[in-house]
């Protein structure tokens, strides 16, 4: 995904320092984004740790985090990634 600024070619920094807090069911995610316009959202993917499944879990965010609801998936262990993305 990229964006056009004074006629170069840009793209949004990626989010560091993702953090995840867990409460039964439910995964808090919080991580430091990009303070840039550049950034219209947050995409945030979940996939087993022992794999490359990614899932998208929530899009379109606006804020540096997310919750996760662990309904109706396997339990197990899970990793996260979030991509800042612009429009």
């Known amino acids: 995904i990229k964006a056009i600024r004074d006629g170069r070619e840009t793209r949004p920094e990626p989010p560091v320092g993702l953090r995840a807090t867990v409460a039964g069911p439910v995964v808090r995610l919080s991580w ?9 959202a947050y ?10 499944d990614w899932r998208l879990v929530s899009n379109r965010l606006r804020r540096p985090e997310a919750t996760d609801t662990l309904r109706h998936v396997a339990s197990g262990t899970y990793r996260y990634r979030v991509e800042a993305v612009s429009y």
Do not use: N, Q
Request: proline residues 11%; hydrophobic residues 40%.
């Open 32 to 40: 430091s984004g990009d303070a840039s316009p550049l950034v219209a």
């Open 43 to 52: 995409l945030v993917y979940r996939s087993p740790a022992d794999a490359e």
